[in-house]
């Protein structure tokens, strides 16, 4: 296909998305005052009796819960998005590894769902309990809701990106940039760089904080050294990838 073909069909999969976003916006926001409740528990759970948040502005309140049901429907039509990623790329692979799209959608979601929500009930409580266990008779939180979402939500999205490792490593070993013997070659360093993402990623400083997200990592490495391995024994046969050049000469005359 020519680049001006591939450009407008990005542009018809960027509008579809576009397009399921906006309605799960409209549904989400039905539910902001449910929405608001369940981004808003693990901070409420840590903060010291007649706490609470506050905003600054006049305005904010009302985009503090746009922001809150954006996300929420970038969270829900999340399979839907992968599934137009996938419709997109699949003309470049092989019609064996085109059938993977199911199971690319399904292990993309449940990955991606599951760091969100490791975040959400493991990592974000104590860390917020941390910083919270700091405050005294004469200093007391008042916490801006704006920046309280803004950390939340920053921390969630890298937990539930780092949690899509297998999905990567599968990707990058079926193009031939890594592979099991290479992963399990550097492990020692895999782990270090495991732990500096973690200090990272995790708002509180304390070793029991990052030590929670690095160990979920390191697991997920190691499942990945498996998918590597079963990513490089998926090759299509000759005459598949015969078939597949034909099918492409036929859709390019």
């Known amino acids: 296909m020519p680049l001006t073909s591939h450009l407008e069909e990005l542009k018809t999969r960027l509008i579809r998305i576009l397009i399921a976003v906006g309605a ?10 449910w929405s608001f409740r369940v981004i808003t ?5 840590v903060l010291p009796a007649q706490s609470s948040m506050i905003f600054t502005g006049l305005p904010e309140a009302f985009f503090i819960h746009m922001k809150i049901a954006f996300f929420a429907s970038l969270f829900l ?9 996938w419709r997109f790329i699949s003309p470049g692979l092989y019609k064996k590894e085109r059938r993977l799209v199911f199971p690319f959608i399904f292990f993309s979601s449940i990955l991606f769902i599951g760091g969100i929500m490791f975040g959400y009930f493991i990592a974000l409580p104590p860390a917020f309990g941390f910083f919270v266990s700091f405050s005294t008779d004469f200093l007391k939180p008042m916490i801006s809701f704006r920046e309280y979402l803004g950390l939340t939500l920053k921390f969630l999205l890298a937990f539930g990106l780092c949690f899509e490792m297998p999905v990567f490593i599968f990707f ?3 193009v ?36 929670l ?30 078939e597949t050049d034909v099918e492409m000469e036929d859709r390019n005359p």
């Open 172 to 174: 990058l070993a079926k």
């Open 24 to 33: 799960g916006f409209g549904v989400c926001y039905l539910f902001k005052e």
């Open 176 to 211: 031939g940039i890594v592979n099991a013997k290479m992963l399990s070659k550097n492990r020692r360093y895999a782990i270090l760089i495991i732990f500096i993402v973690a200090a990272v990623l995790t708002p509180s400083p304390d070793a029991v904080s990052q030590i």
């Open 213 to 242: 997200m690095a160990v979920p990592l390191m697991v997920l490495y190691e499942v990945s050294i498996f998918v590597a391995k079963y990513a490089r024994k998926d090759k299509p046969a000759p005459e598949e990838a015969e």
């Open 77 to 85: 039509t999340a399979p839907y998005t992968l599934f137009e990623i």
């Open 41 to 45: 528990k693990p901070l409420v759970e």
